[in-house]
């Protein structure tokens, strides 16, 4: 006979950090470890030559306004969150969610840009590179927006304040960690192509 | 750090009755949580693929050593694939060895090896009641399952499954005119090895989270048994080097559906052009050699792990070397990582590039060596107990040295333009890492059945099951070598219209009837697997007399490991046959001031830590029981 007992989640787990906080660097890793492999493939591909030169999208430059901004206002959640200021808590998410959304317009146009400049998906690989860049940064972005709606709808429940802050971190710390993949894409874009 | 985990769990009464009711079939067998029993789906999947790609070898085997048999009689199975003249079809020959390796690398050596394991035993051997998250190892699980029912079902379709070979390089793998296989089945396999990138990921890092989170009071990394740390390294390797893959495979699709041209460029079918210019096909090699040589280790890793740990319990003795273990498999790790480019000698890279990723690759060599020099000396004069999980394990030593020796000939640039792609190569890789990491994964298994469940398997079957698969290996890979001197290419469909290759075909017939012989003899391995399940001898507690946490559970733990309070630990796990000790074995459960007649002069002292602990655990017991009350 098969001996059974419960499991049982008290307060003082042993736990050295939050394992799903912890999880979620570990899952920062693994984007990191993609985009760490694509730039270097660029590298690697643009030191063989045949490399088509053209200038970037100056949209980058206002998309890159927007993600800083978004992370500031989220942050500004963040704290106002910490100290039970719930009123800002749910402008700072309102209007977090809104440039998030606004930079993917952004990234969106900036392909629109590149097609004028006839820099296409299909070509040489210079132009594919970029669109393959902005287009996995935009699909985790995504995946933070998600998040931000989450945590946004949860915060009208009222279910985030200084008692209740885990979601808030983990938010707070993918989409800052997103802001600074953009920025370090953007910096090595400008710097090698 | 490590010993600052200084509360318990407590089952109390009232939650007891709570939970007792939850598990259905559904949610016990299939759609589980429990560590142990994903670990358990992790290895009968496992072992399914393995019979799946031994087939295959036997099948390929079948044409490289009787080239002129006439196969009518395998119609039934492989219907078209067998010509009108009774020969198998050249383009299915290299569908099964592509299959052959992606099964035996992906689907066994990593999935079925690190995922039973690292799932059954990390919780079992640190002291937690399940992974971190049970949620997310499901996933990992299922997201397994998708991808094995996937490149299953590519095995079966019209065209034939991927067929450029296991690390399908493009241009072959992205042009969907260059072979059959690398069509639909192309896009299956990358489809499949998408969402196993995926379950990986979600094990791995699961595994790591718990290793570091989750660990019982007093389980120190210095206290950690040896398969921890390497399932936990495996884990960090497969962390790292994975998204690299997707990265590649992503590439390599875009490539395929989309036009693109990251691998391809200059390309003339039929005289004419195709569209595409500006790639780089050495691109794909370095992003997929950044994984592959990683996944080396990824497999090999967790079976070194099993082979300390049963080594050092049926010797009865300490690891030799502890510390240099880990150091060493800590070195093994970071080197992984700066040693790819040593598979794309001859690609047409720099050559001064291949000399540093030479000497980075020799240095691997040191590592491995204080690796084997510790299994040997463990082994020295020990008191050794010949189960057959010992001798799985030994066996792993064996070709841990006999394939490593090829590896110090094939890491060497210069001798590598006389070997590459010869089936030196293949004998080498199969003889370190395939037979290895199949040793260690059949030493796991006769050495944790009993805790998996509950029965013992029989040994004098397992005595038979090794000696024929260790001789049996031997046979098969030995011979290769020389083949492989000879210059006989490997993935060639037929090589004996020359001279100098046809005088092998004796040597290749003997390889191959041992080959059928060795996987015969693997039918011994699952008769004793699924009749020990249901028949085998009941098990006691603690059958091998180990020290490690996971033989404090009750005979079938349930979900939760352990019906009180988690054990501590006060000790490393390798405390066999200490001079004073009445008994040959200290679990690490025994605290160091239970045992002063054994005790070294630096334990004495931790004594005074100690009863500091266990004070403070008993007041908590105390409050606990207070208000169970």
Same mark, same amino acid.
């Given at each position: 006979?098969?001996? $059974?007992?419960?499991?049982?989640?008290?307060?003082?787990?042993?736990?050295?950090?939050?394992?799903? $906080?912890?999880?979620?660097?570990?899952?920062?890793?693994?984007?990191?470890?993609?985009?760490?492999?694509?730039?270097?493939?660029?590298?690697?591909?643009?030191?063989?030559?045949?490399?088509?030169?053209?200038?970037?999208?100056?949209?980058?430059?206002?998309?890159?306004?927007?993600?800083?901004?978004?992370?500031?206002?989220?942050?500004?959640?963040?704290?106002?969150?910490? $100290?039970?200021?719930?009123?800002?808590? $749910?402008?700072?998410?309102?209007?977090?969610?809104?440039?998030?959304?606004?930079?993917?317009?952004?990234?969106?146009?900036?392909?629109?840009?590149?097609?004028?400049?006839?820099?296409?998906?299909?070509?040489?690989?210079?132009?594919?590179?970029?669109?393959?860049?902005?287009?996995?940064?935009?699909?985790?972005?995504?995946?933070?927006?998600?998040?931000?709606?989450?945590?946004?709808?949860?915060?009208?429940?009222?279910?985030?304040?200084?008692?209740?802050?885990?979601?808030?971190?983990?938010?707070?710390?993918?989409?800052?960690?997103?802001?600074?993949?953009?920025?370090?894409?953007?910096?090595?874009?400008?710097?090698?192509? | 750090?490590?010993?600052?985990?200084?509360?318990?769990? !407590?089952?109390?009464?009232?939650?007891?009755?709570?939970?007792?009711?939850?598990?259905?079939?559904?949610?016990?067998?299939?759609?589980?949580?429990?560590?142990?029993?994903?670990?358990?789906?992790?290895?009968?999947?496992?072992?399914?693929?393995?019979?799946?790609?031994?087939?295959?070898?036997?099948?390929?085997?079948?044409?490289?050593?009787?080239?002129?048999?006439?196969?009518?009689?395998?119609?039934?199975?492989?219907?078209?694939?067998?010509?009108?003249?009774?020969?198998?079809?050249?383009?299915?020959?290299?569908?099964?060895?592509?299959?052959?390796?992606?099964?035996?690398?992906?689907?066994?050596?990593?999935?079925?090896?690190?995922?039973?394991?690292?799932?059954?035993?990390?919780?079992?051997?640190?002291?937690?009641?399940?992974?971190?998250?049970?949620?997310?190892?499901?996933?990992?699980?299922?997201?397994?399952?998708?991808?094995?029912?996937?490149?299953?079902?590519?095995?079966?379709?019209?065209?034939?499954?991927? %067929?450029?070979?296991?690390?399908?390089?493009?241009?072959?793998? %992205?042009?969907?005119?260059?072979?059959?296989?690398?069509?639909?089945?192309?896009?299956?396999?990358?489809?499949?090895?998408?969402?196993?990138?995926?379950?990986?990921?979600?094990?791995?890092?699961?595994?790591?989270?718990?290793?570091?989170?989750?660990?019982?009071?007093?389980? &120190?990394?210095?206290?950690?048994?040896?398969?921890?740390?390497?399932?936990?390294?495996?884990?960090?390797?497969?962390?790292?080097?994975?998204?690299?893959?997707?990265?590649?495979?992503?590439?390599?699709?875009?490539?395929? !559906?989309?036009?693109? &041209?990251?691998?391809?460029?200059?390309?003339?079918?039929?005289?004419?052009?195709?569209?595409?210019?500006?790639?780089?096909?050495?691109?794909?090699?370095?992003?997929?050699?950044?994984?592959?040589?990683?996944?080396?280790?990824?497999?090999?890793?967790?079976?070194?792990?099993?082979?300390?740990?049963?080594? %050092?319990?049926?010797?009865?003795?300490?690891?030799?070397?502890?510390?240099?273990?880990?150091?060493?498999?800590?070195?093994?790790?970071?080197?992984?990582?700066?040693?790819?480019?040593?598979?794309?000698?001859?690609?047409?890279?720099?050559?001064?590039?291949?000399?540093?990723?030479?000497?980075?690759?020799?240095?691997?060599?040191?590592?491995?060596?204080?690796?084997?020099?510790?299994?040997?000396?463990?082994?020295?004069?020990?008191?050794?107990?010949?189960?057959?999980?010992?001798?799985?394990?030994?066996?792993?030593?064996?070709?841990?040295?006999?394939?490593?020796?090829?590896?110090?000939?094939?890491?060497?640039?210069?001798?590598?333009?006389?070997?590459?792609?010869?089936?030196?190569?293949?004998?080498?890789?199969?003889?370190?890492?395939?037979?290895?990491?199949?040793?260690?994964?059949?030493?796991?298994?006769?050495?944790?059945?009993?805790?998996?469940?509950?029965?013992?398997?029989?040994?004098?079957?397992?005595?038979?099951?090794?000696?024929?698969?260790?001789?049996?290996?031997?046979?098969?890979?030995?011979?290769?070598?020389?083949?492989?001197?000879?210059?006989?290419?490997?993935?060639?469909?037929?090589?004996? *219209?020359?001279?100098?290759?046809?005088?092998?075909?004796?040597?290749?017939?003997?390889?191959?009837?041992?080959?059928?012989?060795?996987? %015969?003899?693997?039918?011994?391995?699952?008769?004793?697997?699924?009749?020990?399940?249901?028949?085998?001898?009941?098990?006691?507690?603690?059958?091998?007399?180990?020290?490690?946490?996971?033989?404090?559970?009750?005979?079938?733990?349930?979900?939760?490991?352990?019906?009180?309070?988690?054990?501590?630990?006060?000790?490393?796990?390798?405390?066999?046959?200490?001079?004073?000790?009445?008994?040959?074995?200290?679990?690490?459960?025994?605290?160091?001031?239970?045992?002063?007649?054994? *005790?070294?002069?630096?334990?004495?002292?931790?004594?005074?830590?100690?009863?500091?602990?266990?004070?403070?655990?008993?007041?908590?017991?105390?409050? *606990?029981?207070?208000?169970?009350?």
């Amino acid at each position: 006979m098969e001996e $059974k007992f419960a499991f049982v989640e008290n307060a003082e787990q042993p736990i050295a950090m939050h394992p799903k $906080k912890f999880a979620l660097w570990l899952f920062i890793v693994t984007v990191v470890m993609i985009f760490a492999s694509m730039t270097s493939a660029y590298i690697v591909r643009q030191s063989e030559g045949n490399w088509l030169e053209f200038d970037l999208p100056e949209i980058f430059w206002y998309t890159t306004g927007v993600i800083i901004l978004s992370s500031v206002t989220l942050h500004w959640s963040y704290l106002s969150a910490k $100290k039970d200021e719930l009123g800002n808590l $749910k402008t700072g998410m309102i209007i977090t969610t809104v440039l998030g959304l606004t930079f993917l317009v952004g990234q969106w146009y900036s392909w629109v840009a590149l097609v004028d400049r006839d820099v296409f998906f299909v070509g040489n690989p210079a132009g594919s590179f970029l669109y393959v860049f902005t287009g996995l940064h935009a699909l985790h972005l995504i995946s933070g927006v998600i998040f931000l709606i989450i945590v946004l709808i949860s915060s009208f429940k009222y279910e985030v304040h200084s008692k209740s802050m885990d979601r808030m971190e983990m938010l707070v710390t993918y989409w800052h960690f997103l802001g600074g993949l953009w920025i370090y894409l953007f910096m090595f874009l400008l710097l090698n192509h | 750090m490590a010993t600052a985990h200084t509360a318990s769990h !407590s089952a109390t009464a009232h939650d007891h009755h709570e939970h007792e009711h939850h598990d259905n079939f559904i949610t016990k067998y299939i759609f589980t949580q429990d560590h142990k029993m994903i670990g358990k789906q992790f290895l009968i999947t496992g072992i399914f693929w393995a019979i799946i790609g031994g087939l295959l070898s036997v099948i390929f085997r079948l044409q490289l050593g009787f080239p002129d048999m006439q196969l009518e009689f395998l119609k039934p199975i492989l219907g078209g694939w067998i010509t009108a003249e009774g020969k198998l079809d050249p383009d299915f020959y290299l569908a099964l060895v592509t299959m052959h390796g992606t099964i035996m690398v992906f689907f066994v050596l990593t999935a079925g090896l690190s995922g039973t394991f690292s799932n059954f035993l990390i919780p079992l051997q640190i002291g937690a009641r399940d992974m971190a998250s049970g949620f997310m190892n499901m996933l990992s699980y299922w997201f397994f399952f998708l991808s094995s029912v996937i490149m299953f079902v590519s095995l079966f379709i019209e065209t034939g499954p991927a %067929a450029g070979g296991w690390v399908v390089y493009p241009p072959l793998s %992205a042009l969907e005119q260059a072979i059959p296989g690398s069509g639909l089945g192309m896009t299956l396999w990358l489809i499949a090895m998408t969402c196993f990138i995926a379950s990986s990921l979600l094990g791995g890092i699961n595994y790591i989270t718990t290793v570091i989170n989750l660990r019982t009071k007093g389980m &120190s990394f210095s206290r950690l048994p040896l398969t921890i740390w390497a399932f936990f390294l495996t884990a960090v390797i497969g962390l790292l080097s994975f998204p690299v893959l997707f990265s590649a495979a992503l590439l390599l699709v875009f490539d395929r !559906s989309f036009g693109t &041209s990251f691998y391809l460029s200059d390309i003339y079918i039929g005289g004419e052009p195709l569209p595409n210019t500006g790639g780089s096909p050495v691109l794909y090699q370095h992003l997929f050699w950044f994984l592959g040589h990683p996944e080396v280790y990824i497999v090999l890793l967790p079976a070194l792990g099993i082979t300390s740990e049963i080594i %050092a319990t049926n010797s009865r003795k300490p690891i030799f070397g502890y510390k240099a273990m880990v150091i060493s498999m800590l070195g093994i790790t970071i080197l992984s990582f700066i040693v790819w480019a040593h598979h794309m000698f001859v690609s047409g890279m720099n050559p001064f590039l291949g000399s540093i990723f030479m000497f980075l690759t020799l240095i691997i060599a040191i590592p491995s060596a204080v690796k084997v020099f510790n299994y040997l000396t463990t082994l020295w004069r020990g008191n050794l107990i010949f189960t057959p999980g010992m001798l799985f394990s030994i066996g792993l030593v064996s070709f841990f040295i006999s394939g490593g020796l090829t590896g110090i000939f094939l890491g060497n640039s210069a001798i590598d333009i006389q070997l590459h792609d010869t089936y030196f190569v293949v004998a080498h890789f199969h003889l370190v890492m395939g037979s290895a990491s199949f040793f260690g994964l059949m030493a796991g298994v006769y050495h944790w059945f009993p805790k998996m469940f509950g029965r013992m398997m029989d040994a004098r079957l397992g005595y038979v099951h090794f000696w024929l698969t260790f001789i049996g290996v031997y046979m098969v890979f030995f011979p290769m070598h020389y083949i492989g001197i000879a210059g006989f290419p490997r993935r060639y469909y037929t090589w004996t *219209n020359f001279e100098f290759s046809n005088m092998y075909t004796d040597l290749n017939m003997f390889v191959s009837a041992a080959a059928i012989v060795t996987f %015969a003899a693997q039918l011994i391995f699952l008769f004793n697997f699924f009749y020990s399940m249901y028949r085998g001898r009941v098990a006691s507690l603690n059958p091998w007399r180990s020290n490690t946490l996971e033989w404090t559970t009750p005979l079938h733990p349930g979900h939760g490991n352990w019906p009180g309070e988690i054990p501590a630990v006060y000790r490393w796990p390798y405390d066999y046959s200490k001079p004073g000790a009445p008994e040959d074995f200290i679990p690490q459960t025994v605290p160091l001031s239970a045992t002063p007649e054994s *005790n070294l002069p630096h334990e004495q002292e931790l004594v005074k830590l100690e009863k500091a602990i266990i004070a403070d655990e008993e007041t908590l017991l105390v409050a *606990n029981e207070s208000k169970a009350s």
